[in-house]
T-cell receptor, first 116, second 111 residues
Framework: GAVVSQHPSWVICKSGTSVKIECRSL??????MFWYRQFPKQSLMLMAT?????????EQGVEKDKFLINHASLTLSTLTVTSAHPEDSSFYIC????????????FGPGTRLLVL | RKEVEQDPGPFNVPEGATVAFNCTYS??????FFWYRQDCRKEPKLLMS???SGNEDGRFTAQLNRASQYISLLIRDSKLSDSATYLC????????????FGKGTMLLVSP
């Protein structure tokens, strides 16, 4: 149980395009989903926290207009990287906390984004 | 700024060796503590939680010292499959999940 999926697993795009990444909790409902970014040899950095039906809370330094988050249901959150640039190339990982185990996060397999 | 500090390594050890990793955290109000394992190009996976009394799971032993804000992980009888990056992770808030990750310590186990 407690499986989180992400789609796509990797994406290559041209500079200036927008990329949408989906995060789904497959066998549980998640009140809260988290989006992280990890650059090579760096730790996971929390970008934003999203709660179903409400606006996401962004960490300091993360542009909310560039990284659009939609948490439309208890099993789906999406992250859209708008007008992507090469410096946005990174490993994006989502996680989800079950309704009955809010202190736990289950991680998705990550999405590797390369912007040319 | 809340931080979790780890020695990045790499730690190069032969199979069968015992290896220990340490971690310090800056927020004295931190509530819960974990070790995660991350393989290359993969997501982190929970290895074990860390309790004040210390806890053991097979070859892995974790210790927490709240007074010193220090966490450790001991791996006995290292296997080749233990090669990975080990992330020290701290949860800041009780009843909710707000994880702060260390940069990780890389372990390489050789035959």
């Amino acid at each position: 149980g407690a499986v989180v999926s992400q789609h796509p697993s990797w994406v290559i795009c041209k500079s200036g395009t927008s990329v949408k990444i989906e995060c789904r909790s497959l066998d549980f409902q998640a009140t809260t989903m988290f989006w992280y970014r990890q650059f090579p040899k760096q730790s996971l950095m929390l970008m934003a926290t999203s709660n179903e039906g409400s606006k996401a809370t962004y960490e300091q330094g993360v542009e909310k207009d560039k990284f659009l988050i939609n948490h439309a249901s208890l099993t789906l959150s999406t992250l859209t990287v708008t007008s992507a640039h090469p410096e946005d190339s990174s490993f994006y990982i989502c996680s989800a906390s079950p309704l009955d185990r809010k202190e736990t996060q289950y991680f998705g397999p990550g999405t590797r984004l390369l912007v040319l | 700024r809340k931080e979790v500090e780890q020695d990045p390594g790499p730690f190069n050890v032969p199979e069968g060796a015992t290896v220990a990793f340490n971690c310090t955290y800056s927020n004295s109000a931190s509530q819960s503590f974990f070790w995660y394992r991350q393989d290359c190009r993969k997501e982190p996976k929970l290895l074990m939680s860390v309790y004040s009394s210390g806890n053991e799971d097979g070859r892995f032993t974790a210790q927490l010292n709240r007074a010193s804000q220090y966490i450790s992980l001991l791996i006995r009888d290292s296997k080749l499959s233990d090669s990975a990056t080990y992330l020290c992770v701290v949860n800041e808030v009780s009843g909710y999940s707000t994880l702060t990750f260390g940069k990780g310590t890389m372990l390489l186990v050789s035959p």
